[in-house]
């Protein structure tokens, strides 16, 4: 069966060090997602992405934050120069559809802020 | 007023019961309703997705949306301990690019 798989699984850096999160989406789909899930919290939706371009984005995805699919499997999360709070498990997600069809998850990437 | 709404529990029910999973919603327009499985430090996994009202059935797993009450629930038959988890609503926005608002979970524990 087909998979959204990320790398790395665990991601540690220092304040103010800029990361960069990948993922893979499933081959044949066409939006990407990043959400993020503060330990103990909700899910939050970070961006959506369609046509190379961001379709939608949350109050979260500030200036510090970018996506960018550099090539035809990759679609990348960075973020600048990361803070404490930044400190989470990051999805990627990916969909055949942007109206309301099921999405894939990946396995996340635990991001650990020192 | 919190957007997706669900009973953090935990829902302790014994082995073979039927498990209820409820869940509200404040976005009238929103229009597909999503039940995530989540296992602790593991992603969410889809369990049933609905789109009108009624019921949808798939397995041991029943999904019921009224959108008049702005509603959704999600019923587990014989429930097994490896249905122990954290269960997720997420509510897709009229006209979102599947911006899933999600809910803060219910953890269902089964037990022997």
């Known amino acids: 069966e087909p998979e959204v798989t990320q790398t790395p699984s665990h991601q540690v850096t220092q304040m103010g060090q800029e990361v960069i999160l990948r993922c893979v989406p499933i081959?044949?789909?066409?939006?990407f997602y990043w959400y993020r899930q503060i330990l103990g919290q909700k899910v939050e939706f970070l961006v959506s992405f369609y046509n190379n371009e961001i379709s939608e984005k949350s109050e979260i995805f500030d200036d510090q934050f970018s996506v960018e699919r550099p090539d035809g499997s990759n679609f990348t999360l960075k973020i600048r120069s990361t803070k404490l709070e930044d400190s989470a498990m990051y999805f990627c997600?990916?969909?055949?559809?942007?109206?309301?069809?099921?999405?894939?998850f990946g396995s996340g990437t635990q991001l650990s802020v020192l | 007023q919190k957007e997706v709404e669900q009973n953090s529990g935990p829902l302790s029910v014994p082995e073979g019961a039927i498990a209820s999973l409820n869940c509200t919603y404040s976005d009238r327009g929103s229009q597909s309703f999503f039940w995530y499985r989540q296992y602790s430090g593991k992603s969410p996994e889809l369990i049933m997705s609905i789109y009108s009202n009624g019921d949808k059935e798939d397995g041991r797993f029943t999904a019921q949306l009224n959108k008049a009450s702005q509603y959704v629930s999600l019923l587990i038959r014989d429930s097994q301990p490896s249905d122990s988890a954290t269960y997720l609503c997420?509510?897709?926005?009229?006209?979102?690019?599947?911006?899933?608002?999600f809910g803060a979970g219910t953890r269902l524990a089964v037990h022997p």
């Open positions: 997420a509510v897709n926005r009229a006209g979102g690019y599947n911006k899933l608002i």
């Open positions: 997600a990916s969909s055949w559809t942007g109206g309301g069809e099921k999405l894939f």
């Open positions: 081959s044949n789909h066409l939006y």
